[in-house]
């Protein structure tokens, strides 16, 4: 059972360019979301969904679109990565309820140059 | 304001030495309340979690929470600190968003286990 499963481990980018993190559980969550993780900040939230064809904004969606097409995916992609957008960025999923535990991902790490 | 305040960003015990991670939450928010760990280089995984079957809760590698309603506090314990539990602890609570309860984390605490 893989879990959650984010691709790439690690990325750098130039200023402007734009990317593509994937991610993919095989748990058939109903809950998906982004978080970025930046030392002294916790794990902040970007964007959610809550199924297929529903995502809503986090805490810090500026600079990131989401789609949630099927159960399994939830990318996250960046339009024009800046430096303030280089973090660890984690994928996670859980079932539906209010305390429901959240599965993570292994993490990317994302450096913008 | 935050919805979980974790007390100091960095603990520091000896190997054997009782642990504390402190953990208050906002009143306001429902206490669906998680305890999590992240290993070096790691996602997060699930320590515990507050089922309000009980106050005392007792998680994976000798952890345990109690819940204080009083003191709106969920502070995580270990009575004997071992090398392998040094790493970055989460407290989480499950926070109502539009139709959804989304996982609000706090800052987090590096716990430090000298010899």
């Known amino acids: 059972n893989a879990g959650v499963t984010q691709t790439p481990k690690f990325q750098v980018l130039k200023t402007g360019q734009s990317m593509t993190l994937q991610c993919a559980q095989d748990?058939?969550?109903?809950?998906m979301s982004w978080y970025r993780q930046d030392p002294g900040m916790g794990l902040r939230l970007i964007h959610y969904?809550?199924?297929?064809?529903?995502?809503d904004q986090g805490e810090v969606p500026n600079g990131y679109n989401v789609s949630r097409s099927t159960t399994e995916d939830f990318p996250l992609r960046l339009l024009s990565a800046a430096p303030s957008q280089t973090s660890v960025y984690f994928c996670?999923?859980?079932?539906?309820?209010?305390?429901?535990?959240?599965?993570f991902g292994q993490g990317t790490r994302l450096t913008v140059v | 304001a935050q919805s979980v305040t974790q007390l100091g960003s960095h603990v520091s015990v000896s190997e054997g030495a009782l642990v504390l991670l402190r953990c208050n939450y906002s009143?306001?928010?429902?206490?669906?309340l998680f305890w999590y760990v992240q290993y070096p280089n790691q996602g997060l995984q699930l320590l515990l979690k507050?089922?309000?079957?009980?106050?005392l809760v007792k998680g994976i590698n000798g952890f345990e929470a109690e819940f204080k309603k009083s003191e709106t506090s969920f502070h995580l314990t270990k009575p004997s600190a071992h090398m392998s539990d040094a790493a970055e602890y989460f407290c989480?609570?499950?926070?109502?968003?539009?139709?959804?309860?989304?996982?609000?984390f706090g800052r987090g605490t590096s716990l430090i286990v000298h010899p």
């Open positions: 996670a999923s859980r079932r539906q309820g209010t305390n429901t535990e959240a599965f």
């Open positions: 748990m058939n969550h109903e809950y």
């Open positions: 969904s809550v199924g297929a064809g529903i995502t």
């Open positions: 009143s306001s928010v429902p206490p669906y």
């Open positions: 507050y089922t309000s079957a009980a106050t």
């Open positions: 989480a609570v499950s926070e109502r968003s539009g139709g959804s309860y989304i996982p609000t």
